[in-house]
């Protein structure tokens, strides 16, 4: 047993893996892009974020995940490797044809399929997956209006300011 859990960490880091190399382009290209960063500091700069947001941001979701979607009872280590598989597989698909695909949902949805293929539909927890679906179509939403208000905040900070000193100032 033992062995297999040491297997489910190593597919867990391949998860992880995957899920860098699926999003690292997304999350650093705006900064390489404009030369405020190097490639190799944007890097750097977002993997310590992704290291320390936990500490940042706390581990809420992290907690709906493990035991606020499905009955946790329910849960094995073959539920949990299967779940990372599916996830990595629905990952890797979208990666080779180039669709947009979110890893949080993957997973979840590799977890609650493993979870539903082991135990049935009754291990669903419908008040979780509420909170998780209704935020997946208030995610965009709530970005495009919070982008565009700082658009205009910072727009408005800079209007008397020349491009040259706003790019100036801008660089780390």
Same mark, same amino acid.
């Given at each position: 047993m033992s062995v297999f859990i040491i297997v489910i960490v190593a597919i867990a880091l391949v998860f992880d893996f995957t899920n860098g190399m699926h999003d690292?382009? #997304?999350?650093?290209?705006?900064? &390489?892009?404009?030369?405020?960063?190097?490639?190799?500091?944007?890097?750097?700069w977002a993997a310590c974020f992704n290291f320390v947001a936990f500490l940042i941001f706390g581990t809420a979701v992290?907690?709906? =995940?493990? #035991?606020? =979607?499905?009955?946790?009872?329910?849960?094995?280590?073959?539920? =949990? @490797?299967?779940? /990372?598989?599916?996830?990595?597989?629905?990952?890797? =698909?979208?990666?080779? @044809?180039? /669709?947009?695909s979110s890893f949080s949902h993957a997973l979840i949805g590799g977890y609650a399929g493993a979870a539903i293929a082991h135990a049935g539909f009754g291990v669903i927890i419908v008040s979780g997956w509420y909170k998780t679906l209704m935020f997946i179509a208030l995610a965009p939403i709530i970005g495009i209006i919070l982008g565009y208000i700082f658009k205009i905040i910072?727009?408005? /900070?800079?209007?008397?300011?020349?491009?040259?000193?706003? #790019?100036?100032?801008?660089? &780390?």
């Open positions: 690292a382009a #997304n999350s650093v290209s705006t900064i &390489v892009s404009t030369r405020v960063l190097s490639p190799k500091q944007a890097v750097v992290a907690q709906t =995940i493990g #035991n606020g =979607i499905i009955k946790i009872a329910t849960v094995t280590p073959t539920v =949990i @490797f299967a779940g /990372l598989t599916g996830a990595i597989c629905w990952n890797m =698909i979208t990666w080779y @044809f180039s /669709l947009p910072t727009s408005w /900070l800079i209007r008397k300011q020349t491009l040259a000193s706003v #790019n100036k100032r801008s660089k &780390v």
